[in-house]
């Protein structure tokens, strides 16, 4: 499975974007496809997550509301709608997919990456 993220840019407060990650080749259908951040000198952390096969949807919960995930198993693709975004948001976004057997917030969880799309959000 290789991933493509894009919609990445430069937003002011308070706007919105949305986020494109894109598979080439089938996703198998226990897999989990979710998305991470990283900010400077930060971690990479777990923004959401979305089962393929199903519909259950995973939220860390500071984010719920102002984030929604969501797939087009058609289009093979993940997308992140992000609204009323802060520069606390700013952060390289990345894709992720894989086969979940402890929690879906761990990065080793996952197997597939794509290459991360920059967010700026300025105030």
């Known amino acids: 499975v290789q991933l493509q993220a894009s919609g990445g840019g430069l937003v002011q407060a308070g706007g919105s974007l949305r986020l494109s990650c894109a598979a080439s080749?089938?996703?198998?259908?226990?897999?989990?496809m979710a998305w991470f951040r990283q900010a400077p000198g930060k971690e990479r952390e777990f923004v959401e997550g979305i089962s393929w096969s199903g519909g259950t949807t995973y939220y860390p919960g500071s984010e719920k509301g102002r984030f929604i995930i969501s797939k087009d198993k058609v289009k093979n693709t993940v997308y992140l709608q992000m609204n009323n975004l802060n520069p606390e948001d700013t952060a390289v976004y990345y894709c992720?997919?894989?086969?979940?057997?402890?929690?879906?917030?761990?990065?080793?969880?996952?197997?597939?990456w794509g290459q991360g799309t920059q967010v700026t959000v300025s105030s």
């Open positions: 080749g089938p996703i198998p259908r226990n897999y989990v």
């Open positions: 992720a997919a894989g086969d979940i057997h402890g929690t879906v917030v761990r990065t080793t969880e996952y197997a597939y």
